[in-house]
C-alpha cells in the first residue's frame, strides 16, 4: 500500500510533484480506456508503474537500474528474465503516457551502467498561486464545462474543481456571474465521437471518417491534430489526406468515424510549427470550414448604420476605404476587400443588415443573396402558407 503526506498549502497552490503524479494517474485512466496500456491480465499493475515514476521524481539525480531493482520488489522475481521484462515494459508504458523518461549510461567501477531519471524541464509543474478573482473565474469555467450536456471531459471538470477548492473551500462566486456552453448537438452519437477525437489526438492515431458537408457525403482519412470549441460547435483540426492539407471538420456533421488499430503505435507527428490559436482566432469572415475551399475575393459595402462593423476582423490583407458622396451608397458608407471562403457567413449577415451591407463583388455571391431575398419575401407573401382563419 503506498501512502503520499499532503502537508499545508497556500490556496490554489498546486504542488509540482503531487501535480505530476496526479497527472500521470489520469493519464493511465484515459490510456488504459484507449488501449494504449496492454489488458488487466498481462499489463502491470498501476502501482509498480507509479512506485517506478515517484522513485524517479524523488531522486536527487539518476537513479541506477540496480537501485531500482532493489527499491521496487515487483522487479526481484525468481526468474530475473521475467523482472527485466516488467521493468522493459514498465518503461515503455511511462513514455507511452508521455513521461520523459531519459536513459543513459554512466561508467562504474567495473563497468557501465545503466542511469535513469526523469526530464523535470518537460514534466514537473511549477508550483502556480491564484488568487480569489483566479480561481473564481477557473471555477466558473470548470463548472460550466460540468454542466453542459454532449461533452466528455466532466470527469476532468469534477477534479479540477476538487483541486481549486481543496484548502479553502468554494469561493463566493459572483451572483451576477455565470457561463454557458451550448451545444447544438447532445447525441449519444456525439459524445461517443468526441472521446474517440479526444484519444485518437493524444495517442497520434489516423482516423477513417464519413463527413456530411454542403457538397455531400465524402469518406476521409484524417490525421487528428486537436479539437476545439467554437460558438456551439466542436471542430476537429487535422491534415486531411483528400485535400492534402489541414482542414476543419465540424464534429456534428461526421457520421461515421473510425479509429485506427494498435493504440500503441503513433501513425503520424503533429507538425512542429502547429498552433491551434491561428485557427481558433480566425474570423468567421474568412473562416474555411470542412468542405469550403473555395475562397473567393469579397467587395462589401457597408452603410452608416452598420458603421461599428467596418472595424470587424476580415482577417490578414483586408483593406478598408472610405466611399464619397458621388459614389454608389453615398456618404458615410464603406468599402471592405477580403479574402473568404466562407460565403454562407456573408449571406446571413448581409440578409441580416437589412440593406445596409452589399455585396459589390463576386457576381456569383451577389446573385445569391438576390436569390435568398426574393424566397423570404416569397414565403412571407399575402398568399403563403394561407390567411388567418
Request: proline fraction near 5%.
Amino acid at each position: 500500500m503506498m501512502s503520499v503526506q499532503v502537508g499545508r498549502r497556500a490556496p490554489g497552490r498546486v504542488d509540482g510533484t503531487l501535480g505530476s503524479a496526479y497527472r500521470f494517474c489520469m493519464q493511465a485512466k484515459k490510456a488504459k480506456r484507449a488501449g494504449i496500456i496492454a489488458s488487466d491480465a498481462d499489463r502491470p499493475p498501476d502501482e509498480r508503474i507509479l512506485s517506478l515514476l515517484m522513485l524517479l521524481l524523488d531522486a536527487q539525480g539518476p537513479v541506477s537500474r540496480a537501485e531500482i531493482f532493489q527499491r521496487i520488489p515487483a522487479y526481484r522475481t525468481t526468474n530475473p528474465t521475467a523482472g527485466e521484462r516488467k521493468f522493459e515494459r514498465d518503461k515503455d508504458e511511462l513514455r507511452a503516457l508521455g513521461v520523459p523518461l531519459v536513459e543513459q549510461q554512466e561508467r562504474g567501477e567495473v563497468s557501465e551502467q545503466a542511469m535513469y531519471r526523469v526530464s523535470r524541464r518537460s514534466y514537473g509543474m511549477h508550483p502556480v498561486q491564484l488568487d480569489d478573482d483566479e480561481r473564481i473565474a477557473l471555477i466558473l469555467a470548470a463548472e460550466a464545462l460540468r454542466g453542459s450536456e454532449g461533452l466528455v471531459y466532466r470527469e476532468l471538470a469534477d477534479d479540477a474543481l476538487r483541486k481549486l477548492t481543496f484548502d479553502t473551500g468554494k469561493p463566493r462566486l459572483p451572483a451576477q456571474l455565470g457561463i454557458t456552453l451550448p451545444t447544438r448537438e447532445e447525441s449519444k452519437r456525439m459524445r461517443m465521437h468526441l472521446a474517440i477525437l479526444g484519444t485518437a489526438i493524444e495517442a497520434r492515431k489516423r482516423l477513417t471518417l464519413t463527413y456530411e458537408s454542403g457538397g455531400g457525403t465524402t469518406a476521409r482519412v484524417v490525421d487528428p491534430y486537436a479539437a476545439v470549441y467554437v460558438d456551439g460547435n466542436w471542430q476537429l483540426i487535422g491534415h486531411c489526406h483528400l485535400r492534402k492539407q489541414p482542414r476543419t471538420f465540424r464534429v456534428d456533421r461526421i457520421r461515421k468515424l473510425e479509429m485506427a488499430p494498435c493504440p500503441g503505435t503513433k501513425d503520424f507527428e503533429r507538425p512542429a510549427d502547429f498552433n491551434l490559436r491561428t485557427y481558433v482566432q480566425r474570423s468567421p469572415w474568412v473562416f474555411q470550414a470542412g468542405e469550403s475551399a473555395l475562397a473567393m475575393d469579397v467587395v462589401l459595402d457597408i452603410g452608416p448604420e452598420r458603421a461599428w462593423m467596418a472595424d470587424e476582423d476580415f482577417g490578414p490583407g483586408s483593406t478598408r476605404e472610405a466611399l464619397g458622396g458621388d459614389e454608389a451608397g453615398g456618404e458615410g458608407w464603406t468599402r471592405v476587400r477580403f479574402r473568404s471562403g466562407n460565403p454562407g457567413y456573408i449571406l446571413t449577415r448581409v440578409l441580416d443588415a437589412c440593406g445596409n451591407l452589399r455585396v459589390v463583388a463576386p457576381a456569383e455571391l451577389r446573385t445569391r443573396v438576390r436569390e435568398l431575398a426574393g424566397r423570404i419575401a416569397g414565403a412571407n407573401s399575402d398568399g403563403a402558407g394561407g390567411g388567418a382563419a
